[in-house]
Structures are given as C-alpha cells and as structure tokens.
C-alpha cells in the first residue's frame, strides 16, 4: 500500500482500519510528519511494525 | 527548508518479513528516503531479497540531485544484493523517472493520477509481473492524495487456501474418490482462473502476421479496388498497415533477441 497521508498521527485510526481489513503485509508512508517528539507507541499498530524516518 | 512537513516511514506486518534497516544507503540526511532490506518467505523464482524504498521528493527540491543518489543507491543495492527485487514507492512529484527506470529495468505500475489529475505517487518495481493492478482508494481524511493498494498475483493459491479441505474430503472413503474430488476441485479452479482460450496460429506464417495485420491489408486492397490508388482511404490504410508491420516484425526480432 501507498500512500501520502499528509500528518500520519491524526489519522492513524483510519490507517490502522485500512491495513488490517486489506490485510496489507508492507505499507509505504509518506509525508507522516512525525517529529521525534512522537513515540512510536503513539503510531503504534497491533501486528506491525514501524520504521520511520522523520524530517531532520 | 526546515519545517514539519515531509516524513516518511513503513509499516511491515509482524512475521511476514525478516527486515535490515539499510542506513548505508542513504548518502545524507538531505533526501527523505528511506531503505530496508526484506526477506519474505516467498519470492518469486530468479529473485534473491527484496530492496524496498519510500520516497518523499518536495515540492522545490533539486530533482538531478535526488536523481543522482537514487541511481548511486540502487547500483550499490544491486552491488549488496545481487538478483534483489526492488520496489520503490512514494511521492515523486513530477521527477522524471525515465532513464531510472531504463537503466535497472524497472516498471512504474500506477497508470491512474493520484492526486487531481497528475500521478505523482509512483510504484516502481521489478515484480510488475507478480502483481495485480493497483487498486485506487480515497484519500485518509484531509490528504489529497489517493491511497494505492497493490495485491499480489496468486490466485489460485488464494482459491486453494481458501477451501475447507477436510470439510471436502471427510466423507470420502476411497483413494478413487478422493481423487476424483481433487481433480474435480483442481479442474473448476482453472477453468475459473486460467481458462483455455483459443487462438489460431499459422506456422508457416512470420510471428508478426497478426489477424489484426491481416484484416489491414485485406482493408488497403478493398480500399484500392473501390476507392482508387489516390483515394484518401487507400492511403489511410496503407500508411496504418506499413506502420503496423514495421512495428510488430521490429518487437518479434526485439522478443527473439533478448530471448
């Protein structure tokens, strides 16, 4: 899956719905607009992992 | 540029994936690119690993310079990991991927815009063949980017998985007629998923005499013969037919050597 979801954290339910009804194995984020002030606990989705790469 | 925009991450399923975070391939913290190693337990024949990217490219950015290291990484990738399947997906925003995609043979799948009406959000990948269409959804809330899904072809692994085997074969008591349910159950699963189909193939023909060539030509005679040797229709059809030909015989030579 693909997708540019400009800002992942507000809409990380609807991602999560998506994910786990298509049941997709490697999803590919751009414009997530994590800061490192985010924990990975808050992007946090049951059955995967996350590998992010944040603006500077 | 610093801002809190851009961003990129992956999401991998829990035991679908060994996966390597691949650091070394990022040149500097200039390109929002992001690179891992996959190893899935299945991949198609010829393929050693999987080499996955996500790509943010903004609006404003220099586009020879991410071009530049898109093509220093691949080749190192390659260079690592000799036969990888790439997949490189993302945000390309108008970045001419042409000669990326020349070079390391790699096929841009996503034929539909993404985001009004340009595709800016390109799959580019080695596996083309493995895969289905990409499927288009809306946008998650306020983004204006269409979400892409792109599902692997097994179909008729899907269809064999799906069944309730001991469900089908339960009642069943001898080896013949568990036989005869298996093949009945194999034959209904190709007759739905690889028909036969029918074509017609003429062996002393060249490989290019296509029935679409034939029925030019057969339109340039008719044209000649009702319409005259200078008639618009005579070489409408004449032009079609020459242009057909040297196409299809030029892809069978094309086809024949790099068999």
Redesign the interface.
């Known amino acids: 899956?693909?997708?540019?979801?400009?800002?992942?954290a507000?809409?990380i339910d609807?991602?999560q719905e998506?994910?786990l009804r298509?049941d997709?194995?490697?999803?590919?984020?751009?414009?997530?607009?994590?800061?490192e002030t985010i924990a990975d606990s808050s992007?946090h989705?049951p059955?995967?992992?996350?590998?992010?790469?944040?603006?500077? | 540029m610093v801002n809190n925009y851009g961003g990129v991450c992956f999401y991998l399923r829990d035991q679908s994936f060994k996966y390597q975070r691949l650091n070394d391939l990022s040149c500097c913290a200039d390109h929002e690119i992001l690179w891992v190693h996959l190893r899935p337990p299945r991949l198609p024949r010829g393929f050693s690993c999987l080499i996955v990217a996500v790509l943010y490219h903004p609006p404003g950015a220099d586009d020879n310079f991410i071009r530049e290291h898109l093509f220093n990484s691949l080749a190192a990738a390659q260079s690592i990991y000799p036969n990888c399947a790439l997949i490189i997906a993302g945000y390309f925003n108008r970045l001419d991927v042409t000669r990326l995609k020349r070079h390391f043979q790699l096929k841009q799948i996503v034929e539909t815009p993404t985001r009004k009406d340009a595709i800016q959000d390109l799959v580019l990948t080695h596996l083309y063949d493995h895969y289905d269409k990409p499927q288009f959804f809306p946008p998650f809330g306020l983004s204006d980017h269409n979400t892409i899904s792109v599902s692997a072809l097994a179909e008729m692994g899907r269809y064999l998985s799906s069944l309730d085997w001991p469900l089908l074969f339960g009642s069943l008591e001898s080896c013949d007629a568990l036989l005869s349910v298996f093949e009945e159950v194999i034959h209904t699963g190709l007759d739905l998923l690889m028909p036969v189909s029918k074509f017609r193939l003429n062996t002393r023909e060249a490989p290019w005499m296509t029935q679409h060539l034939k029925d030019l030509i057969q339109k340039r005679q008719q044209a000649f013969h009702t319409k005259g040797a200078d008639s618009v229709e005579f070489k409408f059809y004449r032009n079609l037919e020459r242009e057909t030909f040297v196409k299809q015989s030029f892809m069978s030579h094309v086809w024949r050597i790099s068999l």
């Open positions: 899956m693909v997708c540019n979801v400009m800002s992942l507000p809409k609807e991602v998506f994910l298509s997709i194995s490697l999803a590919f984020i751009t414009e997530t607009w994590l800061k992007v989705i059955g995967y992992t996350i590998i992010r790469k944040d603006r500077w």
